[in-house]
């Protein structure tokens, strides 16, 4: 057998074995990554939830501050008033729906990466259901 010819069946045989090291390192790369991944994303979506719940909880007051300011009614609550009387509040736009904002009750909403929470009227808990 020539030199050439041994040079190439030598280098024939190598890359095969490298190839399945290489097929070998994305197999256990994917496979990590599908156990990874799903993980990742529940946590990402439980964090939004709980950020948005948060923001909700800590608006309640100023909205109970507009009921008082406003001779004990909810009725044109919009969050411009909120923002100016407490910068920090991080709603949806309550005045959006003028409709839900009633004397005696109201509907408020909180959405942080596309998780919402929604609080309806003063004695009502916090949900994710649209009030």
Known sequence: MSASRKRTARH????PSRSIELLIVIVIVLTLLLLVVPTYLGFVGRAHSAAARSNLASAIPAVDAYYLLHDSSY?????????TFE?????????ANPRKQTASTYCVSATV?????????????????AC
């Open 12 to 15: 024939h045989h190598v890359l």
């Open 75 to 83: 009725a044109g609550l919009d969050l411009h008033w909120l923002q």
């Open 87 to 95: 910068p920090g509040v991080k709603l949806n736009d309550p005045g």
């Open 113 to 129: 990466g596309g998780k919402t929470w929604y609080k309806a009227g003063p004695a009502v808990p916090a949900t994710t259901v």
